[in-house]
């Protein structure tokens, strides 16, 4: 893959957590952990912004998903509405990257009406397929998700696109599958360098760090492969920022003293 050297625009990118679960880490890894304990996961989205552009990669899940999925979470505060705390009002944003379609990463789409919605083919192909027709592969998908985004397909709003492709100056689509067929991750230009925002291509630090992979998996080698791939595309391994990792809150400076939304852009606080 070439990624294009255009120097005409960098990004503040942040991460905005909107919400967090409990679990153990024998549920985050695959194979044995005989350091089994506590191990929570945070759910993220992330704000792309420049002089020109803003930017929005993922758009959550809403309260009446966790709900129905029988989440108890320790907080929860709509990922779009948050958008107000950066002074972006969501009925303005025009692209919207969805790196897959799970639920946690592809709810509110109603909220985002002038979005058009830049998506993978391969992602809609799984989604929409005969893969669906096995319950352990459809589980952390939403019809409903699913359906309203096939709406905004009919609608003229999605932007699909196969395989790595730019997306904008500075901002770059790397297709890197395994946790889904067409999952995409986004690498970014800003002044510290170039940022991958992982997404589910590696959920936590440990498993791109350590080859350990997530245990939800449609193909462990691309899993394994892609995570080989973040690292190469970004300026150093500290400028990957993994999907669900609460780590990332602690690593990176607030925003304006907001805990649950950091600065990616900004070097690391340790």
Known sequence: MTFVADTDETYEVFAIRYAGVQRRRIDNFIGMDVHD?????????????????????????????????????DRYRCPIDTLATLGVDPTTVTDVVLTHLHFDHAGNLAKL???????????????TGRCMCFAPMRHAYSVEDVAELL????????????????????????????????LQSVRVRTARGWVVLASDASHYYQNHEEGRPFPIVQDMQQMLAGQRR?????????????????????????????????????????
Request: one cysteine or more; charged letters at 25%.
């Open 37 to 73: 304990g506590p191990m929570a996961m945070d759910f993220y989205v992330w704000l792309l912004r420049s002089p020109r552009r803003t930017i929005l990669v993922d758009t959550g899940f809403t309260a009446a998903t966790a709900q129905a999925r029988k989440r108890v979470l």
């Open 113 to 127: 009406p002038a979005a058009r919605f830049h998506l993978q083919d391969a992602e809609m192909h799984y989604a």
């Open 151 to 182: 709406r905004k397909v009919y609608a003229e709003r999605v932007v699909f696109h196969d395989g790595d492709d730019t997306l904008a100056p500075g901002v770059e689509l790397m297709l890197i599958g395994g946790h889904t067929r067409g």
């Open 230 to 270: 973040l690292l190469a595309a970004a300026d150093s391994p500290r400028h990957v920022v993994p999907g669900h990792d609460p780590e990332v809150l602690r690593r990176y400076p607030p925003l304006d003293g907001d805990t649950d939304t950091v600065c990616l852009h900004l070097a690391p606080v340790d």
